[in-house]
Every structure is written in C-alpha cells, then in structure tokens.
C-alpha cells in the first residue's frame, strides 16, 4: 500500500473522529480494519504501519506549564475582588476611626468648657457681690471675684490629676502677665477679632507627649461691669492697682474680643484605640474572608469541579473510542445535573448512529 500521511490540526476528539473516518473509508473499499490496538488512531498505527498520523493543539494554557484550572481562576478573581475590597476598606474605615477619635476628642473639650463657664457664672453671680465690698476698699484684692480666675484656679486640681489637659483663658492685654497669649493663642484671638461670626475654632498642635487637640472659644466684653475693673486706671478698684498695677489690662471696651477660652485635649490614647480597633476589625474582616473562600472552594469542589472533570475523563475517554466507559448522571435539577443528562443523552445517540454505521 501507498504511503498515506494522514495531518489533523486539533483536538483529540476531533482527530479520533477522524481516524474512525478512515476506518470506515478502508472498509468500504474493502480492506480489512485494524483487527487490534482498539478503535481509532491507534488502531491504525497497528494496522498500518506506513500510515504516519501527526495531531498536534494543545489545549490552552496560562504562559508556560500546567493549565490553569477552573479552580484557579476562581480563586485569582475572588482574591482580586477582595484585595480590592480590603484596601478600599481599610482606607475609609481608618478615617472614619481617627474622625470618630476626634469627634470624642473635642466633645470632651466642649465639656471642660462649659464646666468652666460654669465656673465663671457662679463667680460672677456669688463671689464677685461678696467680695466688692473689700475690692473697693483698697485694703486687699480678692482674686476668687474674678470669673477667669476662678475658672483657671479650678481647672488645675483637675490638671493635678490629668497633667495632658489644660485650660486657659488667654488675652492680648491681661491684668495678669501670666494670662498673656502667646503667639499660637493670638492667632486665634485675631481670628475672632476679625470676623465677629467665628464663633469656635480647633487646631492640632504637636507635643513632646504626642499629639494634641485645642478648642478655642472667644471671650468678649458683653457685660458692662467688666469695665470698671478694665476700662481706665482712674475708675478701677484701688485693690486691683495695688496688686496688679495701672499698666496692664486697661483700654477694653464693650463687645470686644479680649481674649479666648482655650482647651488643650491629648488625642494620643484615643488615636491609640482607634488604632488598635481598627487593626482588630480588618483582622475579623481578613478571618471572615479565609473562611469565605474555604467555604466556597468547599461548594466548588463538589458541585462543579468534581463533576466536570468527572464528565471531562469520560468525554476524552469516548473520544478515543475506548471501551465499557462508564456512564455518569448526576442527580439534581441544577445545571450540572442537566448537562450530565444531556451528554449521557449524547452518548446514546452518538453510540447508537456508530452502531448504525458499522452494519
């Protein structure tokens, strides 16, 4: 017999079908079929050997190496999303704790405040008419009359015990030297001397001890009375002047911006826990996602990849043409069920027109 080369470009079912082909066209012109080596390409390597049969497509793969599997791909995409999903997270729930640290931050400044007017209110409407009479005088000044004394003398028994937390009334032109503003607290007073509609500001200032939150409130001259004590030497009480002098202090005048309420609140220990929940809460987030995906590999696993390669090992078998190949069904209604049924049903057909060729 004649060389006869025989170049398939394809898949192996594809080429096996075609083998097949050429047994039937030998057998029509009357030549015996391969009598072993089963059906086939293979069957006609045995059977002639001048035959050279070439079958070359491989199935695709990802770069170089084993195929990617369905599995594979699953999990690329899940953990993509997820990266995706983690670090988007991760970036807004991390503002959202050192906002909410902040917010607490000065809600706690806001109540040191109002302790403070507090403070300044019962001065004024029980001490200061109780000590007038001495103030007058001239033989002693009472510093428990003034309002902002008062409130600072409080505020450090409390700093005593929490030494991160200040409060201090600041001015441009103090009675008492040591309420004098210093640069960073005269930038906020000019702020409120400039614009009468600022009614609160805030600032982060950082310090040795960490960082720390700063709420500023303007004190202005609303009551009248506050100028005899700080309008001109000639009308204040004569104990104020001997105990402070004539020089500082004086010149205030009505409804105008003196000085400022100013409220220091370390941020480090709620900077901390924000910290750590939100490390806690991306950690639950990460266990969460593990158990996700081991779940659903789990359900991949069993209702798909098991199936499919089930059904893949029998294709290629019946592809061959191999013998006594099992059949598979899958029980259920869902989509594996129902191609399983129809590649069975396939089978039968595909068995039944063979058998109708070879009689």
């Keep these: 017999m004649a060389e006869f080369v025989f170049l398939w470009r394809g898949n192996k079912f594809a080429a096996a079908r075609a083998c097949r082909a050429i047994v039937r066209r030998y057998t029509a012109n009357g030549e015996q079929g391969p009598q072993s080596g089963g059906s086939g390409c293979d069957g006609l390597r045995l059977r002639y050997p001048s035959l050279i049969i070439a079958t070359s497509g491989m199935q695709p793969t990802f770069g170089k190496g084993k195929p990617m599997g369905l599995r594979t791909k699953f999990n690329l995409a899940v953990l993509a999303a997820f990266l995706i999903g983690f670090a988007g997270t991760g970036v807004f729930l991390q503002r959202l704790f050192i906002e909410n640290a902040r917010e607490q931050v000065l809600e706690n400044a806001r109540i040191m405040i109002t302790a403070a007017n507090a403070v300044r209110n019962f001065t004024n409407v029980f001490i200061k008419p109780l000590a007038a009479p001495l103030n ?21 028994s409390v700093q005593a015990k929490f030494p991160d937390f200040t409060y201090r009334e600041p001015a441009l032109n103090p009675t008492n030297l040591s309420d004098r503003a210093t640069d960073w607290e005269a930038d906020f007073i000019n702020v409120f001397r400039n614009r009468s509609d600022v009614k609160e500001l805030t600032g982060e200032r950082e310090t040795p001890t960490g960082t720390v939150l700063t709420l500023v409130r303007p004190i202005a001259i609303e009551n009248p009375d506050c100028l005899l004590c700080h309008s ?65 590999n789990i359900l991949l696993h069993y209702t798909v990849i098991r199936p499919v390669v089930t059904l893949s090992h029998i294709a290629n078998a019946v592809s061959l043409g191999e013998p006594g190949v099992e059949d598979y069904e899958r029980k259920g209604t869902d989509e594996i069920a129902v191609l399983s049924a129809s590649f069975a049903r396939m089978r039968r057909s595909l068995d039944s027109a063979m058998s109708m060729l070879e009689r």
């Design 232 to 296: 001109t030497p000639a009308i204040a009480p004569k104990a104020l002047l001997a105990a402070y002098g004539s020089t500082n202090g004086f010149g205030w005048q009505l409804h105008e911006v003196v000085g400022a309420q100013v409220v220091s609140v370390p941020m480090a220990l709620p900077l901390q826990h924000a910290r750590q929940t939100f490390i806690t809460f991306m950690a639950i987030l990460l266990g969460v996602f593990i158990l996700i995906v081991v779940i659903l």
């Design 136 to 156: 007058d005088s001239g033989v002693r000044f009472v510093p428990a009359s003034v309002p902002s004394f008062a409130a600072q003398t409080t505020f450090k």
